[in-house]
C-alpha cells in the first residue's frame, strides 16, 4: 500500500508545473492546488493527464497492480474564495465522480451541493429513524409456478417515516449502504424477523421459509455467519427457517472470499438464492462453484414478456441454466396471468409479484395466508 501511494505521489508530481502544489490528505486521497490554472478547460486537461497517468499498471515488487482514480474539480473564486470551502466543493464532486464511473473527472456545481444537504438530511433521518423503531417488516408471497401452493415469503423493508409516509427501500437502502447504517439496519431487520417467526410457530402456523436480502456490507463483515447462528439459536430457529438473497454485484471483487464465506453458510443449512439475476454480469464461470438453491429472474425479463422476443430468450436461457445446475427458478414481478402462462409453459418453478400479491404487513399477510386458495392453473 505505502509503495503503491509513494508512486502516486510521483506520478502526480510529474503532471504538473512548478509553484503547483500536491499533497495527501490521508488514506487514498490527494489534493493538487494549481495557481495557474486559468480557465475550465486548463483544469479538465490537467485532470485527462492525471487520469491517463495513474491509470497506467503499477510495478510493485512482483506484481502489477491496475488502479483508477476519481477526480472532482473546484475553481477559484467561482466555487469558493477560501480554502476549506474550495477543499468541501471539489470533495463533493469528487464523490459525484466516483458514482459515475471509476476514472472520470467531475466538476462542483452548486446544484451538487442542494443534493448533498438533501442526503445529508436524509442520511440523519435514517440515524433518528432507527432509533425510534420507524422501520418495519413487509412480506410478500412465493408460490410454487405449477401448483400454486406457497412456498415462501420474501422479507422487504418499509419506512414509517410519520412525515412522509411508507417510504420504499429503494429511497434509502442505497445511502444506507454507502453510510455504513445499513449494519445496524440489517441487524435490526435479521432479530425482526426471527422474533416474526418464533411468534407465527407459536400460533401454530406452518414454517414457511422467509427470504431476507443480504447487503454487500454484511457479507464482508467478519464474524456474520456467527451473528447469524446465534441469533436464529436466541429464538430456536433452525437455518433452514431462512433463505438468504444476495444480488450478483455483491459477488464481486472479492469473489473467493465471498465464495467461501457462502460455502459456510451453505453447510450451516440456509438456502442461498442469487437475486436479479440476469442484470449484474454475471460470472458464470464463479456461479457453478457457489452451493446455491434459486436463480430469482429479474422481473425486467418478466414485464417485457409478451413484447420482447428477447426477454422470451433469456428467461429460457436462465431456466436452462439453473436447471443443468440442479437449482430452482424464481420469477420476480409477475403481474398478469399471461405472464404466468408463458412462465409455466416454460418450466419456471416459483412466482412472485403482485399477481399473487403485493408486499404487506404482518396484520395482512396473516389475513391473506388464511384466505389464499391453491389456485389452479
Ligand atoms: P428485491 O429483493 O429484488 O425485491 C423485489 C422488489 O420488487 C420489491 O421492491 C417488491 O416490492 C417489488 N415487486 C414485487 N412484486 C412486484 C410486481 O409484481 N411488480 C413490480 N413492479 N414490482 C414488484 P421493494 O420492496 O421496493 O424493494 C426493492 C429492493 O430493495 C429489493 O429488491 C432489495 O434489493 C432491497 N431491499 C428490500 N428490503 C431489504 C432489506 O431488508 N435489506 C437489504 N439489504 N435490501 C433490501
Ligand atoms: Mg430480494
Ligand atoms: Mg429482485
Same mark, same amino acid.
Given at each position: 500500500?505505502?509503495?503503491?501511494?509513494?508512486?502516486?505521489? $510521483?506520478?502526480?508530481?510529474?503532471?504538473?508545473?512548478?509553484?503547483?502544489?500536491? #499533497?495527501?490528505?490521508?488514506?487514498?486521497?490527494?489534493?493538487?492546488?494549481?495557481?495557474?490554472?486559468?480557465?475550465?478547460?486548463?483544469?479538465?486537461?490537467?485532470?485527462?493527464?492525471?487520469?491517463?497517468?495513474?491509470?497506467?499498471?503499477?510495478?510493485?515488487?512482483?506484481?502489477?497492480?491496475?488502479?483508477?482514480?476519481?477526480?472532482?474539480?473546484?475553481?477559484?473564486?467561482?466555487?469558493?474564495?477560501?480554502?476549506?470551502? $474550495?477543499?468541501?466543493?471539489?470533495?463533493?464532486?469528487?464523490?459525484?465522480?466516483?458514482?459515475?464511473?471509476?476514472?472520470?473527472?467531475?466538476?462542483?456545481?452548486?446544484? $451538487?451541493?442542494?443534493?448533498?444537504?438533501?442526503?445529508?438530511?436524509?442520511?440523519?433521518?435514517?440515524?433518528?429513524?432507527?432509533?425510534?423503531? @420507524?422501520?418495519?417488516?413487509?412480506?410478500?408471497?412465493?408460490?410454487?409456478?405449477? /401448483?400454486?401452493?406457497?412456498?415462501?415469503? @420474501?422479507?422487504?423493508?418499509?419506512?414509517?417515516?410519520?412525515?412522509?409516509?411508507?417510504?420504499?427501500?429503494?429511497?434509502?437502502?442505497?445511502?444506507? @449502504?454507502?453510510?455504513?447504517?445499513?449494519?445496524?439496519?440489517?441487524?435490526? *431487520?435479521?432479530?425482526?424477523?426471527?422474533?416474526?417467526?418464533?411468534?407465527?410457530?407459536?400460533?401454530?402456523?406452518?414454517? *414457511?421459509?422467509? /427470504?431476507?436480502?443480504?447487503?454487500?456490507?454484511?457479507?464482508?463483515?467478519?464474524?456474520?455467519?456467527?451473528?447469524? $447462528?446465534?441469533?436464529?439459536?436466541?429464538?430456536?430457529?433452525?437455518?433452514?427457517? *431462512?433463505?438468504?438473497?444476495?444480488?450478483?454485484?455483491?459477488? /464481486? !471483487?472479492?469473489?473467493?472470499?465471498?465464495?467461501?464465506?457462502?460455502?459456510?453458510?451453505?453447510?450451516?443449512?440456509?438456502?442461498?438464492?442469487?437475486?436479479?439475476?440476469?442484470?449484474?454480469?454475471?460470472? *458464470?464461470?464463479?456461479?457453478?462453484?457457489?452451493?446455491? #438453491?434459486?436463480?430469482?429472474?429479474?422481473?425486467?425479463?418478466?414485464?417485457?414478456?409478451?413484447?420482447? !422476443?428477447?426477454?422470451?430468450?433469456?428467461?429460457?436461457?436462465?431456466?436452462?441454466?439453473?436447471?443443468?445446475?440442479?437449482?430452482?427458478?424464481?420469477?420476480?414481478?409477475?403481474?398478469?396471468?399471461?405472464?404466468?402462462?408463458?412462465?409455466?409453459?416454460?418450466?419456471?418453478?416459483?412466482?412472485?409479484?403482485?399477481?399473487?400479491?403485493?408486499?404487506?404487513?404482518?396484520?395482512?399477510?396473516?389475513?391473506?395466508?388464511?384466505?389464499?386458495?391453491?389456485?389452479?392453473?
Amino acid at each position: 500500500g505505502d509503495q503503491l501511494l509513494r508512486e502516486v505521489g $510521483l506520478r502526480l508530481r510529474q503532471c504538473v508545473r512548478n509553484g503547483d502544489t500536491v #499533497s495527501r490528505v490521508g488514506g487514498d486521497e490527494f489534493i493538487v492546488l494549481c495557481p495557474g490554472c486559468q480557465s475550465m478547460e486548463d483544469a479538465a486537461l490537467l485532470a485527462e493527464k492525471v487520469l491517463q497517468s495513474l491509470g497506467q499498471p503499477y510495478q510493485l515488487a512482483d506484481k502489477q497492480l491496475v488502479v483508477t482514480a476519481s477526480i472532482g474539480i473546484a475553481l477559484y473564486p467561482d466555487n469558493g474564495t477560501d480554502a476549506n470551502t $474550495l477543499i468541501g466543493n471539489a470533495d463533493s464532486a469528487m464523490y459525484l465522480a466516483k458514482e459515475h464511473a471509476r476514472n472520470n473527472c467531475q466538476f462542483y456545481s452548486p446544484e $451538487l451541493n442542494q443534493r448533498n444537504l438533501e442526503r445529508l438530511q436524509l442520511e440523519q433521518h435514517l440515524h433518528q429513524a432507527l432509533d425510534h423503531r @420507524e422501520f418495519v417488516l413487509f412480506f410478500q408471497p412465493k408460490v410454487s409456478a405449477t /401448483s400454486g401452493a406457497l412456498i415462501g415469503a @420474501e422479507v422487504l423493508m418499509r419506512w414509517k417515516d410519520p412525515e412522509v409516509g411508507l417510504v420504499l427501500p429503494g429511497r434509502f437502502i442505497p445511502l444506507a @449502504e454507502e453510510t455504513g447504517l445499513i449494519q445496524p439496519l440489517s441487524d435490526w *431487520l435479521l432479530e425482526e424477523t426471527c422474533a416474526h417467526l418464533a411468534r407465527w410457530r407459536r400460533l401454530g402456523l406452518p414454517p *414457511l421459509p422467509r /427470504s431476507i436480502n443480504l447487503s454487500r456490507r454484511q457479507l464482508q463483515s467478519s464474524g456474520f455467519v456467527d451473528r447469524l $447462528l446465534s441469533t436464529l439459536a436466541r429464538y430456536d430457529l433452525s437455518p433452514s427457517a *431462512l433463505e438468504l438473497e444476495l444480488n450478483e454485484q455483491m459477488l /464481486s !471483487p472479492d469473489f473467493t472470499h465471498q465464495c467461501a464465506v457462502l460455502t459456510q453458510l451453505h453447510e450451516a443449512g440456509f438456502r442461498l438464492t442469487i437475486d436479479d439475476f440476469g442484470t449484474g454480469f454475471s460470472n *458464470l464461470n464463479g456461479l457453478r462453484h457457489l452451493p446455491l #438453491s434459486a436463480l430469482k429472474i429479474h422481473q425486467s425479463f418478466v414485464h417485457e414478456l409478451g413484447s420482447e !422476443p428477447t426477454a422470451l430468450a433469456v428467461i429460457d436461457a436462465i431456466i436452462a441454466l439453473a436447471h443443468a445446475l440442479g437449482i430452482e427458478t424464481i420469477a420476480e414481478g409477475v403481474e398478469t396471468a399471461a405472464q404466468r402462462a408463458i412462465l409455466q409453459r416454460h418450466g419456471c418453478d416459483g412466482m412472485q409479484g403482485y399477481l399473487v400479491a403485493t408486499p404487506m404487513d404482518e396484520t395482512q399477510f396473516l389475513h391473506w395466508q388464511r384466505e389464499y386458495d391453491t389456485p389452479q392453473g
